[in-house]
């Protein structure tokens, strides 16, 4: 298998650092707003990424942290009068709400930053000692001119770092390019103790930390959007790579962009389209099918009518997919070279730097032979198909997947039993009860109406 690492600009064979074993950590969210679809390229491109790797055969540990303390967290507390911790609160439960509504599968670590300021200040100690940060009035910051390899992922010199990126502003800096590890609070700020004193961490060393806690110094794949390579990768990899003298990550993945009205996707300009709405108007299948169509690394335009064409064409594949399941045999395919070919095909494709579009593409050529299968009264090409699209592929792409299915299909038959209970209640005349149960339901979005012929049910 084959991936492009950013750190060394190539295609490169995968082998990771633990024969059978993969680690991998992945930037989450800032928690201050709903994830948009730009939020949701990561989030899809890397759980189906992991999702492959186990299909391959690999056992994959992935850590996707959530940053529940920063400026723009402080900022958003402030215009609402609350305090960040429930920003962040709220935030991290409209996050699992979109991502189990995109069908993302929950990765087996989510640290708080917060849960981790002890960790933290352990090791902002260490490069201190070390010499690699000093303090000043302000905070504690971290010495680029001392770490030699300093630009080796972005692959830019200091000199024009200096000249065109964005740098944290502080008079107090001894060079423009160093960066906080450690910010001093300001009046009413939260912060923590430390031996700088009251404070909070910097955005970088949050995920060098946890990351090294959590899958040891040295791990195979760290990935994010490419707007992170710069600065909040370079310096990740530098507080590492300074602490332990040991290469960080092996292979740095990074997705490209989700463009929207000509910018970037972004919450802090406010230029997004949101994951829910998304969702709402047209099924996760559709957006699901739109980030997995395009190469993970290309740079993506969103627009609704593009959304909506997506939306229409999953429509037609679950519509064959209908036919055949109302009619169609049950049961396992032989495994002949029929199956073998498109196995291969399959994987070829996703070997090669992750080809989600072309792995998309033989999803949608199935559903295809299928239909025609079914014009031609072909049972067993029929079975053979539908079986890859459900039960082999389908599961890697989270499109289609049976099994996903019969998790919604088991809420849709609670509720009916719920809609039942309430009808028994209401003809006992216990209306305290029934209309309880319609309020609850109502709460979380299932709106119930009573018509003569039954209870029917509408989601918000
Ligand atoms: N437009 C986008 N396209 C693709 N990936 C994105 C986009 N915006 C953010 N990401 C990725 O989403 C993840 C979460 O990032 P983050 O919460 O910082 O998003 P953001 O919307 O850019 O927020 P902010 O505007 O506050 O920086 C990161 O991996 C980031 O690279
Ligand atoms: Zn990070």
Redesign the pocket.
């Known amino acids: 298998m084959r991936i492009t690492n950013t750190l060394t600009g190539k295609k490169e064979e995968f082998v990771p650092l633990q024969p059978g074993v993969v680690r991998m950590y992945?930037?989450?969210?800032?928690?201050?707003?709903l994830?948009?679809?730009?939020?949701?390229?990561?989030?899809v491109v890397f759980d189906v990424f992991r999702r492959y790797l186990e299909y391959r055969g690999y056992r994959v540990i992935m850590v996707q942290n959530f940053?529940d303390i920063?400026d723009?967290i402080i900022n958003k507390a402030n215009q609402l009068g609350v305090d960040p911790k429930m920003v962040a609160d709220t935030f991290i439960a409209e996050y699992w709400r979109d991502a189990h509504a995109l069908g993302i599968r929950p990765a087996n670590f989510h640290p708080r930053t917060t849960d981790f300021v002890d960790d933290i200040v352990e090791i902002i100690e260490k490069l201190v000692e070390r010499g690699y940060a000093y303090q000043t009035k302000t905070g504690v910051y971290f010495d680029v001119r001392k770490f030699k390899k300093y630009g080796e992922l972005s692959k830019k010199r200091i000199e024009d770092l200096i000249a065109g990126a964005r740098v944290e502003v502080d008079e107090t800096k001894n060079f423009p390019l160093d960066f906080s590890l450690w910010k001093r609070a300001k009046p009413g700020e939260p912060c923590w103790n430390s031996p700088w004193g009251e404070g909070r961490p910097g955005w970088h060393i949050e995920c060098t930390v946890m990351s090294v806690k959590i899958l040891g110094e040295s791990f195979d794949i760290h990935?994010?959007?490419?707007?992170?390579v710069f600065p909040?990768h370079e310096n990740e990899k530098a507080q590492a790579e300074a602490l332990t003298g040991k290469i960080f990550a092996k292979y740095w993945m990074?997705?490209?962009?989700?463009?929207?009205l000509g910018d970037?996707?972004?919450?802090?300009?406010g230029n997004?389209f949101t994951v829910r709405e998304a969702v709402k108007k047209y099924g996760r299948d559709g957006l699901r099918y739109m980030i997995l169509s395009k190469h993970y690394r290309s740079?993506?335009d969103?627009s609704e009518d593009l959304l909506s064409d997506y939306s229409k064409a999953v429509r037609r594949v679950w519509e064959i997919l209908r036919r055949y399941e109302s009619n169609g045999v049950t049961g396992i395919p032989k495994r002949n070279t029929v199956y073998e070919e498109y196995v291969n095909r399959f994987v070829e494709a996703l070997d090669d730097d992750f080809n989600t579009p072309v792995a998309v593409s033989i999803l949608f050529e199935l559903a295809k032979n299928l239909s025609k299968s079914m014009e031609e009264g072909d049972q067993e090409n029929a079975l053979l198909f539908y079986h890859l699209i459900r039960r082999e592929f389908g599961p890697v792409l989270g499109l289609f997947d049976l099994n996903e299915e019969r998790r919604e299909v088991a809420g849709e038959s609670l509720l009916g039993i719920l809609i039942e209970v309430r009808e028994t209640l209401r003809k006992e005349k216990r209306y305290d009860l029934s209309d309880w149960i319609r309020d609850r339901l109502r709460e979380n979005g299932i709106i119930l109406r009573d018509t003569p012929s039954g209870t029917e049910y509408s989601v918000e």
């Open positions: 992945v930037c989450g969210p800032t928690v201050y707003d994830i948009h679809v730009g939020n949701a390229r990561p989030a940053t920063d723009k990935a994010g959007g490419e707007d992170l909040h990074h997705n490209g962009m989700v463009r929207f970037k996707m972004s919450k802090s300009t997004i740079p993506m969103f």
